[in-house]
Every structure is written in structure tokens, then in C-alpha cells.
């Protein structure tokens, strides 16, 4: 079983920058994937970006270039860099960890924290 705590989300204006930290609760090392994905009021959950364990990032188009996913292992914390935000960047935002052992696949939850961004 894998925790992890999102950090970070809060009320920002368009142009502003936001950055989302994600504390698990085990090493990120055993993590085949940590990624960010989010969720609008009325809209299905949509991916933001991951990163491997390998360090691969991948990014939603709409999101590429203004945010970036980084790891610290140390801390076994994954970030989500927002800049540039804009209004419909608001959502609820959620960090995912997907692991795969003996063949099985685990997907792991966090409670998400909200991000506004006013126009």
C-alpha cells in the first residue's frame, strides 16, 4: 500500500505559479510511475503528467511547456511545477502512483488539493 499526501493547491491569478508536492509513503524508487492528473467540476479526470522511474517525463499537450514534473528521492516527494496558469487550469488535482510487482498492476490515490486560477 502506497500513501501519498498532496501539498500546495490554493487560489492564484492568470499568469501565476503554483507548485503541488506529493509525499509518499514509501520509497519512489519501487514506483514504476508517479504522475499528476486532474479533475474540473463536471469534467472526467484527465492525465497532467508523469514521470518514470527512470526519470521519463510525459506531458498533456496542454500542459507542456508550462508545467513540469520533478522528483526528490530523498524526500520521496514528487512536484508539479504550474506556470503560466490559466482559469481553466482550475481543478482538483491528483497524485497517482502505478506500480507494477509479480505481474499484478496497483494504482494509489492521493485526496488531491484544489487549484483556482481568477482571471
Known amino acids: 500500500q502506497v500513501q501519498l499526501v498532496e501539498s500546495g493547491g490554493g487560489l492564484v491569478q492568470a499568469g501565476g505559479s503554483l507548485r503541488l508536492s506529493c509525499a509518499a509513503s514509501?520509497?519512489?524508487?519501487?514506483?514504476?510511475?508517479m504522475g499528476w492528473y486532474r479533475q474540473a467540476p463536471g469534467k472526467q479526470r484527465e492525465l497532467v503528467a508523469t514521470?518514470?522511474?527512470?526519470?521519463?517525463?510525459n506531458y498533456a499537450s496542454s500542459m507542456k511547456g508550462r508545467f513540469t514534473i520533478s522528483t526528490d528521492n530523498a524526500k520521496n516527494t514528487v512536484y508539479l511545477q504550474m506556470n503560466s496558469l490559466k482559469p481553466e487550469d482550475t481543478a482538483v488535482y491528483y497524485c497517482n502512483a502505478f506500480r507494477i510487482r509479480l505481474g499484478h498492476q496497483y494504482s494509489y490515490w492521493g485526496q488531491g488539493t484544489q487549484v483556482t486560477v481568477s482571471s
Open positions: 514509501q520509497s519512489i524508487f519501487s514506483i514504476n510511475v
Open positions: 514521470i518514470t522511474s527512470d526519470g521519463t517525463t
